[in-house]
């Protein structure tokens, strides 16, 4: 499997699918071929315009079948769901704090922990 493997030629990057790679390489060069439609931003994935022109087109295909409250994305739907499950998959190892984000989980650690 290893011995398919495709190598950056910049760092030591290490891929299996060459797809990947050509994807990791455009971060060196900054090499960023998919541009918005409606602005000047620009996008190293296709899948990261599509998202991003969503701000523009208000398009919000993810619908919560709970509140019918609509997102642009997958992730935040996800992560909307979570106020009606009250889930919290984030726990502080230090004092058993629990937190619905990694990134509150991670202010949390850093105000209260260091």
């Known amino acids: 499997q290893w011995e398919d493997q495709h190598k950056c030629r910049f760092c030591p990057y290490v891929s299996l699918r060459g797809d990947t790679l050509i994807i990791h390489e455009r ?3 900054r090499e960023r071929p998919f541009r918005c439609s409606f602005c000047p931003k620009a996008f190293i994935r296709k899948a990261h315009q ?3 022109e969503r701000i523009h087109t ?3 295909p993810f619908k919560c079948q709970t509140c019918q409250k609509a997102f642009a994305d997958g992730s ?3 992560r909307h769901k979570r106020t009606h499950t009250r889930e919290r998959p984030s726990k502080c190892c230090l004092c058993g704090g629990v937190f619905t984000r990694a990134s509150e989980l ?4 850093k105000i209260c922990h260091s």
Do not use: P
């Open 27 to 29: 971060t060196h060069a």
């Open 50 to 52: 599509q998202l991003h």
């Open 58 to 60: 208000g398009e919000k």
């Open 76 to 78: 935040s739907l996800i």
């Open 106 to 109: 991670a202010s949390h650690q």
